[in-house]
């Protein structure tokens, strides 16, 4: 009985346990700055306005909130850096993209971190 009770507690404590696989590999903004100077598509998944105060030079913006409906919009014949503010919308768009069958980098630290890093931002509405 005290077997029992104790292979039990263990499955449920370790059903809530907190995930920490992804389906996506996370990258640095150092990854992300060797892949953009070689031409790699970025996604950005925030606002309109976050964008506008500053973004990656021919990031493509594709709010967070559409990317589900507009999945298809996103390249699936080469590798897509998502990015957001911080890495956590861009960690909830790379699931739904992974979902949708493309080929996702999960920029980790976001724009927080390529500003930090001292790589160039261009404001404005256009890529």
């Not at 449920?12 to 100077?37: I, R, W």
């Not at 964008?51 to 559409?66: K, M, S, T, V």
């Not at 990317?67 to 503010?85: E, H, K, M, N, S």
């Not at 927080?112 to 509405?125: I, M, Q, R, S």
Request: net charge neutral; glycine share 8%; hydrophobic share 45%.
């Amino acid at each position: 009985m005290k077997i029992w009770l104790l292979l039990s507690l263990a499955a449920t404590l370790a059903a809530c346990a907190p995930q920490t696989g992804t389906s996506f590999p996370n990258v640095s903004v150092t990854d992300l700055k060797a892949a953009v100077d070689a031409g790699a598509y970025v996604l950005d998944v925030r606002t309109p306005a976050e964008y506008a105060e500053g973004h990656i030079a021919g990031a493509a913006l594709l709010p967070l909130d559409e990317v589900a409906a507009r999945a298809d919009a996103v390249p699936g014949d080469r590798p897509v850096y998502v990015i957001c503010r911080s890495g956590n919308r861009s960690a909830q768009a790379s699931e739904l993209l992974v979902k949708a069958g493309k080929d996702v980098r999960n920029v980790a630290g976001g724009m927080n971190d390529w500003v930090a890093a001292g790589y160039p931002v261009k404001t404005g509405t256009q890529p």
